[in-house]
């Protein structure tokens, strides 16, 4: 009896590691597939953007230009593609459940290429090396922040309400200054956009780590990792973006 007893014992304690290993093993396949998934998105928006720059004809398409060759707004074909990027993520935030993985990763790419001909702009508004500094900038911190939502124990659902509220803010100041074209209103955006993305990463990151765990697997867990990686695609450009309208130096 005690004999079949330990060995029920060492059974169970031997099967637990295993089981660990498995979720683990599992969890980090899953985490790089949203870092690949997102790492890939910012690569095509990336070159499209700078496809867009570098041609010409093709930034007539989307852009009136001034005889010294700054930018002096959008065409309509520049209009579609600066709101479509938007019209993509409430799709994809609808119908992600009731889509196939391939089209969801269709509408993720798609959403990711149109987003590099509205940012293409920024390729006539800032230099080069401000570019790339800057670039560098946001993807450490970026890397640091998503590193320390993934690894920390202290639960970050209570960060979600308030760096909403955070983003509606920065939405609705941006709006005003397009009217009231205040400098201070602009950098005051700038920097509290800087802090609402930062703690998003850090947020989702934590979110998209906790999604793993009540999927369901399969197709379901693919799917998670294609709206994680949208959601770190998101906090990544909208964090360089504001970053580049603090220290981006102007052409």
């Known amino acids: 009896m005690p004999e079949q007893f330990d060995r029920r014992y060492a059974a169970h304690t031997t099967a637990r590691p295993r089981a660990d290993a498995s979720v683990d093993q599992g969890l980090r ?14 690569l ?15 930034a007539e398409l989307f852009y009136r230009f001034t005889p010294d060759g700054r930018i002096m ?26 889509m196939s993985l391939r ?3 269709l509408c993720f790419w798609g959403f990711a290429a149109l987003f ?13 090396a401000s570019l790339a500094r800057v670039f560098f900038i946001s993807a450490a911190s970026f890397g640091a922040l998503s ?35 205040s400098s201070a209103l602009y950098f005051i955006v700038s920097v509290v956009g800087v802090l609402v993305f930062a703690g998003l990463t850090a947020y989702d990151t934590q979110k998209i780590k906790e999604n793993y765990y009540v999927s ?11 709206m994680g990686a949208l959601s770190l695609y ?4 909208n964090l360089f973006l504001m970053l580049l309208r603090l220290f981006g130096d102007r052409r």
Do not use: C, H, R
């Open 234 to 237: 998101l906090d990544f450009i």
């Open 116 to 128: 590099g001909l509205s940012l293409s702009s920024i390729f006539f508004m800032y230099t080069g």
């Open 103 to 105: 089209t969801l990763q």
């Open 147 to 181: 590193l320390w939502g993934y690894t920390t124990k202290k639960d970050l659902t209570g960060m979600g309400t308030f760096l909403f509220m955070g983003l509606i803010g920065i939405i609705i100041a941006g709006l005003v200054n397009i009217f009231l074209q």
């Open 216 to 226: 369901g697997g399969g197709e379901s867990t693919a799917k998670l990792a294609v």
């Open 44 to 58: 095509l928006t990336g070159i499209i953007a700078a496809l867009v720059a570098a041609t010409p004809a093709l």
């Open 73 to 98: 707004g959008y065409t309509g074909l520049g209009w579609v593609a600066l709101l479509a990027p938007l019209g993509f993520v409430f799709f994809m935030g609808f119908k992600a459940s009731s």
């Open 29 to 42: 396949s899953y985490m790089l597939s949203v870092y690949n998934y997102m790492a890939s998105g910012v």
